[in-house]
């Protein structure tokens, strides 16, 4: 049975359109999977890699602290927020160099002038939406109001005041907040050690990441020191602030503070007028006259590729190439300075430090009180969102989940023994919670090596087809040789056969007989 269908084969026309067949077949097969493989390739697929990470200790988060403006201005009394420039001049006069002016210890009238001037700008310049911003700015600057007018004033009097000195606008920002720091924190903003016998505290510096009408942010700058990593579930970080109720109306004395575990400057969100992010990591609940345990832990890690797609598009901050990538913080007032030098033909001086050198013009002014910004609002049309549509997150994600507990009211003792409710302090201890979170990391599922390795699979069948063919065609070739060989050894022996049977018989002839 299997001979008599096998019996085709042995016919040389049936095996060369079996093998044409075969051949044509595997063509098709190796054409598909190639142009599979490609469409593959070019769609760059992704593929997650989840799993739980336990660590023995944690780093610490960059925390900002929100504390609203009015509660840390309630340290000045009527006096020292009368704007007498006669005064203040006075005592700058005594500061005539940078040095002096950043290094010099202040008092009250020129701390609350500066902050104002700082947190008029900022509110200005930054707590606004590029669509309403012409707006804001022509208001400002042209108002003949007295809330304007003083405001423009003030805002004058320390441009010019910075530029004798040559100081930056952020410089003034930093000493302004220190000064505001050191009456409304006063040494009590610490990091807490654990061992098996004692717990010892050391004193956490605070930098000034934000100054506006709303809020006065800081965040602690770690050292070596205070920047180990966190080793227990006790509390790492103290922070007592303060306030005076006196210089407070009622409402002012209960307003919140917030804290950012993400470490962002102060919270864009509500002036953002795109989607904004995830508001994980950020409790605004903490309110004075109490105390709070916060706790805090890593819920999930994300790290995605780089990538410019819509909805997934984010860029890896702070990697090692040559390329510094700016924070979407800082390419966002790298747009808002495009935005308002576009409106009003100056620099802003809450964006200045933003600026790449390349980018600072020397010949524009600083924009100052927008006093001499002409725009015409009607017309104006902000392209802003085109700009912020380009500020990449960082692939690197933390979610946090935060738990703020209110555990006791703050009472102050009275002179007759009893003892009242106040919301002079606010104390916040916040403690780790698990050392145990999910990580997710995104990788490409096709490098380059990967795609030669893929692709070398498919065409490896041909490869292997080859030595086969390589090894059949040498056994073949052998074969036809060695019977060519013997053939021809076969035919040479019956010839020379042949030609012995066919040489003739020779008699002796007479003259042999007779010489013999």
Known sequence: MLSALLKPFTNPTWRSITGSVIIGIMIAITIHDSILLFKRYMDDPKESDMKIEVNETMPVPPITFCIPSVQATSHFNKAAKDANYKEINKYLNRMPNKEDFLEKKWGGKLIYSAYTAVATVHTLEREAFGSFLAKRIKQFGSSNSKHFSQKRKNVKFWINH????????????????????????????????????????????????WISEKDFCFTAVLNETTGDPIGNQKPFLFLNYFQNEKNLPKDDQVKCASMNFHGDPYDISPYSEHGGSSRDGITESICPG???????????????????????????????DDEEEKTVFECIGICRAALIKDICNCTAMSTLHLLEDEDKDEDMPLCGDYSKCEVDVQHYKSK???????CKRDCQQIRYQIVSGQTARIVHPLSNGKKVKSNAMTTV???????????????????????????????????????LAIIQGGFTSAEDVTRKAVTRIGHTSRRNKSFKNEIPKISPSKNDSIRR
């Open 384 to 390: 802003e969102s085109e700009c912020t549509e380009q």
């Open 429 to 467: 201890f916040v403690s780790w919670a698990s050392f145990e979170f999910m990580t997710v990391e995104q990788d490409n599922v096709y490098t380059w090596s990967s795609f030669i390795g893929e692709l070398g699979g498919i065409l490896g069948l041909w490869l292997g087809l080859s030595i």
């Open 162 to 209: 910075i530029e004798q000195r040559n100081v930056t606008f952020a410089e003034l920002r930093n000493k302004v907040g220190s000064e505001v720091i050191s009456l409304m924190v006063r040494d009590e903003f610490q990091r807490i050690y654990h061992n098996r016998t004692e717990e010892t505290r050391d004193n956490l510096e605070a930098e000034t990441t």
């Open 290 to 320: 109490l105390r709070y345990d916060v706790t805090v832990e890593v819920l999930d890690s994300y790290k995605m590729v780089e990538n410019d797609e819509e909805g997934t598009m984010c860029q890896e901050v702070g990697d090692d």
